[in-house]
């Protein structure tokens, strides 16, 4: 089974600085890994995927996150927060070797950005 | 711009009513998603489909929920009858049929507040 674990619920963050997602899984396979991001009253969007190709993936909106196998890790980066990055965001993980649909969502982590 | 459409967007109902929420998945996705999204317990999966067919439903009270999938543009989630504990947003996603799994397109959710 798999399984992905959001390191932090809330993450607060100066308008031009850096941000760190971090998000740690398990998985009996090669998992596949997303982050989906949510902004208030929305549905989740998609903002990147690895599936086994180039392990640092870029994303939209100047994000991207770096797949670790040794420390089972998918965090997710951007260099430089702006406003609109304030927004609640998913880690996921699916394991398509199960022939299972199903995603296994983070807790989230709520993003924050000061001016 | 293709996207997946939940009606109603809002809901407020008493207690043992029913309640119909619907989803027009997006054109040619053949994987169909419902979610249940509440602050205590984050994002649920209920129900999923594939070419019509339910693949799981296990995360659903079975003896009030049921979903279906009636025609290919078209998925229902009802509820009857309605309880409090069933205040929610309900989420609707698709998602491609070749590749592309768990890159899932997620509706603006339905909120329903049951009295």
């Known amino acids: 089974a798999q399984s992905v674990t959001q390191l932090d619920s809330h993450v607060s963050v100066s308008e031009g600085t850096p941000v760190l997602l971090r998000c740690n899984y398990s998985?009996?396979?090669?998992?596949?890994l997303f982050w989906y991001v949510q902004h208030p009253n929305k549905g989740l969007q998609l903002l990147l995927k690895?599936?086994?190709?180039?392990?640092l993936v870029k994303g939209i909106n100047g994000f991207e996150a770096e797949f670790k196998k040794s420390e089972t890790s998918f965090h997710l980066t951007k260099p430089s927060a702006h406003m609109s990055d304030a927004a609640e965001y998913f880690c996921v993980v699916i394991d398509f070797r199960s022939n299972d649909y199903k995603l296994s969502f983070g807790a989230g982590t709520t993003v924050t950005v000061r001016a | 711009d293709a996207r997946v459409t939940q009606t109603p967007r809002h809901k407020v109902t008493e207690m043992g009513q029913e309640v119909t929420m619907r989803c027009q998945p997006i054109?040619?996705?053949?994987?169909v998603f419902w979610y249940r999204q509440t602050m205590m317990q984050g994002l649920e999966l209920l129900a999923y489909?594939?070419?019509?067919?339910?693949?799981?439903d296990s995360g659903m009270p079975k003896d009030r929920f049921s979903a279906e999938m009636p025609d290919a543009t078209l998925a229902t989630l009802k509820i009857q009858p309605s309880e409090p504990r069933d205040s929610a947003v309900y989420f609707c996603?698709?998602?491609?049929?070749?590749?592309?799994?768990?890159?899932?397109?997620f509706g603006e959710g339905s909120r329903l507040t049951v009295l």
């Open positions: 996603a698709s998602g491609p049929r070749t590749g592309g799994y768990g890159e899932l397109f």
């Open positions: 489909f594939r070419n019509r067919a339910p693949l799981d």
């Open positions: 054109l040619g996705h053949n994987t």
């Open positions: 690895y599936t086994s190709a180039a392990t």
């Open positions: 998985s009996s396979y090669s998992p596949s």
